[in-house]
């Protein structure tokens, strides 16, 4: 249990308990659950002591998903029920994924999201990886022995809004309380830097199955600064193979799209992992006709075909050290992270390219896992012997579209989130009470260049003479680099309503609907997971406001020390029974009877912030 | 028992800095990084959604403070602003003089022809040649702004160096194209 029940006034030692949180790495071929033990991170394994677990589901008719090592084993003779790579389709449209007719599966025709037919139904991607994160989440609460307070889930730092949405939409599917989407970049750097007690300015490249990542970060005195990031979120190890199957099936003659194709496809995989330590490698198929059929494959070879895609790596590196306003003999040290920088050829171009030795002391397939653990743990709210600040920044430029089709940038890539714009609108007509506009993401000035991450209507704007209003809209983009927008009409005070066209994204009826299927499929009683759903979300606040009672109830007037000890015990008795609807409300009371609590709390800190810097000045 | 806290403190105050166009760059960063310290989202991931929500808004307010202090340009308007004087951050030529605007324009040809010709000897060449006169023109903007005080000349200056800053980002946009 991971909540300790204290008396009214009475006050917890919330150091005592550890609260229980994991970091999850959501890989494109491979995933990860990783927690804090004995002050180390540690990768939690499976049954059979294997820390990855594939990012492969496979979908028949009435039954619930198989996930990993056993969906691997279906992957040939079951290709188009077996979902691989999905974390590719994250966000994206048919349109969008440039590989999809080299994939073995259905594609709905449809405009949002991808959808794929399955013998278990149509499914999409966020479902798919929903169903991922559930088998680590099951992991990690088997092994921990309790309720998770919850999980940073890593991303690329290259991924838009609409891709780290999907991501957080699939964990919220999986039952998993988000403590933070983190970067897969910084995840390493900060289990590197912690480790190494690393100083100075560090790139981070990551090449992972499917994306590719560079950050740049300074690491000074517990601050993780990243200074810039780039990447190509549709570049990976995945590729790599693609190269090598394609130069295969052309020397052996044989079509892509037959049967020998798929098992040609895991050959050319292990070929490529042999010639990491073996100068060549063989690869042997039984073709139509049962002949068995050998091709000799040398590194050398190897490294011409995947020339032009280790090339493709060193733009976005490029791009990164120019907005970071680095030369490459400012760089200390050079992370390499992800299973494919194992490949020589990209050892020997990152050496070549950033004249030093990449550094390689931590296991590139766990070391974003790892990081995402220590994160975790802090989140959670635990303590640890060091403290450090992770400052980290948006992508992608964003803006809204202006006349012509153009984009206009309000809040530039590489800008240290959270970060938030506003830009005001008037009305052109007279009485108009509704107005729309569009958000983007990109850095290209076209909008048609640009991702669309949501249509915004504005409505409720008090009618006016054209041109009097004044529309304040404020774009938020929070710790985690999701999009938000606010609105109001500055000269009546007015909140206009905003409703949300995501373009690629799932709306909440979605994410209400999978919800439910989800519970369906697992034979659960919906009643009965929403009352769990409550209960957790309640107790979370309830220890939160036991952590601020503890720590500051001198801030309370008698009166207002009553209201909160009153809502917090009704909430306590509230968790007890079984009506979520009742701990719902309740639990709304306790929030808003503590919003002032928390204002005063905050005050605090800036107080001691400002204090802190004063004395400071003074002694200099 | 209200803490009497400003609720828009000005963003030489959060940093406890002189507002001043000359400021300690050390002291900057290091008191950001204190602020950040007490107020980021990662120290209150744990905590209610009041205290996220306050800790998300007290944390914007400081990168953005930080990102504007450190910029000399975005220092220099943000200084005339508390001085009561606005500079539009986007192309308002009213008030340039035509000898600037001349070299401006001679400038954007060279640009221009440094990308027909693939020259990158040319576009280091007027990279410096650029951010030589942006850097005395920060000069001259921090003695208006400091000890002269001259807040409407050292307005029109504000504007020029946006120009100039333009011109340094089309030059990068410029690297980035001939790059590849």
Same mark, same amino acid.
Do not use: A, Q, V
């Given at each position: 249990m991971l909540l300790q029940i204290a008396e009214p006034g009475q006050s917890i030692e919330p150091e005592v308990v550890q609260r229980l949180a994991v970091g999850i790495d959501l890989g494109t071929t491979h995933s990860l659950v990783a927690t804090i033990r004995d002050s180390l991170p540690q990768v939690i394994t499976d049954e059979k002591d294997r820390a990855l677990l594939p990012s492969i589901v496979n979908y028949r008719a009435n039954s619930t998903p198989t996930v990993g090592w056993d969906a691997k084993a279906l992957q040939n003779e079951d290709a188009q029920n077996t979902i691989v790579s999905v974390k590719r389709f994250m966000g994206r449209t048919l349109t969008d994924v440039a590989h999809a007719q080299n994939t073995p599966y259905h594609f709905v025709p449809h405009e949002g999201m991808i959808q794929i037919e399955t013998a278990a139904g149509t499914v999409n991607p966020v479902q798919v990886s929903a169903d991922i994160l559930k088998v680590l989440h099951d992991r990690a609460v088997h092994h921990l022995g309790g309720e998770l307070v919850g999980a940073v889930i890593t991303v690329p730092a290259y991924f838009d809004d609409a891709q780290r949405q999907a991501t957080k939409d699939a964990a919220q599917i999986a039952g998993i309380n988000v403590l933070r989407l983190l970067n897969e970049p910084t995840a390493a750097a900060v289990a590197y830097g912690l480790d190494q007690g690393a100083e100075g300015i560090y790139a981070v490249y990551d090449l992972g199955g499917g994306t590719f990542d560079i950050s740049i970060l300074r690491l000074s005195r517990g601050v993780f600064e990243v200074l810039a990031t780039n990447g190509d979120p549709a570049l990976g190890g995945d590729d790599f193979d693609r190269v090598i199957f394609n130069w295969v099936s052309k020397q052996m003659e044989i079509d892509p799209a037959s049967n020998e194709a798929s098992q040609l496809l895991s050959e050319v995989r292990q070929a490529k992992e042999r010639l990491t330590d073996h100068p060549s490698a063989k690869i042997e198929i039984r073709g139509a006709n049962g002949a068995l059929l050998v091709l000799p494959i040398s590194r050398e070879i190897f490294n011409n075909l995947a020339v032009e895609l280790v090339k493709r790596t060193l733009t976005p590196v490029r791009k990164a050290l120019r907005d970071a306003g680095l030369d490459i003999g400012q760089i200390d040290g050079v992370v390499l992270v992800g299973g494919a920088t194992r490949m020589p050829c990209i050892r020997q171009a990152v050496a070549k390219f950033f004249e030093q030795e990449p550094l390689t002391n931590l296991d590139p397939d766990k070391v974003v896992a790892l990081g995402a653990a220590i994160q975790a743990n802090v989140l959670a709210g635990n303590r640890m012997k060091e403290d450090w600040l992770l400052l980290d920044v948006i992508p992608l430029s964003l803006g809204i579209e202006t006349m012509g089709g153009l984009m206009e940038k309000l809040i530039p890539r590489n800008s240290t989130i959270p970060i938030a714009r506003a830009q005001d609108f008037t009305t052109f007509k007279d009485g108009q009470t509704a107005m729309s506009f569009h958000v983007l993401q990109g850095e290209r000035e076209l909008i048609s260049d640009c991702r669309s991450l949501a249509r915004f209507e504005l409505n409720g704007i008090p009618p006016m003479a054209a041109g009097a209003a004044r529309i304040r809209v404020t774009f938020q983009v929070d710790a985690d680099g999701l999009v938000s927008v606010s609105a109001n009409? #500055?000269? =009546?005070?007015v909140e206009a309503k905003i409703e949300v066209k995501p373009s690629y994204g799932l709306n909440d009826d979605d994410i209400t609907r999978m919800l439910q299927e989800s519970f369906a499929n697992a034979q659960a009683d919906i009643e009965a997971r929403r009352l769990e759903e409550h209960r957790v979300d309640a107790k979370r606040l309830l220890e939160a406001t036991d952590v601020a009672l503890s720590e500051? =109830?001198? #801030? #309370?007037t008698q009166e207002e020390l009553v209201v909160l000890t009153k809502a917090v015990e009704t909430l306590r008795e509230a968790i007890l029974g079984s009506d979520w609807q009742l701990i719902k409300q309740v639990s709304e009371k306790l929030n808003n009877a503590s919003t002032d609590f928390a204002g005063r709390r905050m005050d605090i800190s800036i107080k001691s912030a400002l204090t802190g810097q004063t004395l400071d000045t003074l002694a200099m | 028992m209200n803490l009497p806290l400003n609720k828009n403190p000005d963003y030489f105050e959060i940093f406890a800095l002189v507002p001043k166009f000359h400021i300690d760059m050390g002291s900057l960063d290091t008191n950001f990084r204190d602020f950040q310290r007490q107020v980021h989202p990662d120290k209150t991931a744990h905590l209610s959604d009041a205290e996220r929500r306050l800790s998300m808004q007290w944390a914007t307010l400081a990168n953005e403070a930080y990102q504007t202090l450190k910029k000399p340009i975005d220092r220099a308007s943000y200084l005339l602003r508390i001085n009561g004087i606005e500079t539009h951050s986007e192309g308002h030529v009213v008030g340039l003089s035509e000898d600037f605007l001349m070299e401006q324009m001679e400038w954007r040809e060279a640009l221009q022809e440094t990308i027909d010709n693939v020259d990158i000897e040319e576009l280091d060449k007027l990279e410096r040649r650029v951010k030589t006169k942006l850097t005395g023109q920060l000069d001259r903007l921090g003695n208006l702004l400091d000890s002269e005080q001259s807040f409407d000349a050292a307005a029109d200056l504000v504007k020029q160096t946006r120009f100039l800053d333009r011109l340094l980002a089309e030059i990068n946009n410029a690297y980035e194209l001939l790059e590849n």
């Open positions: 009409e #500055l000269i =009546s005070g500051d =109830s001198h #801030l #309370l | -």
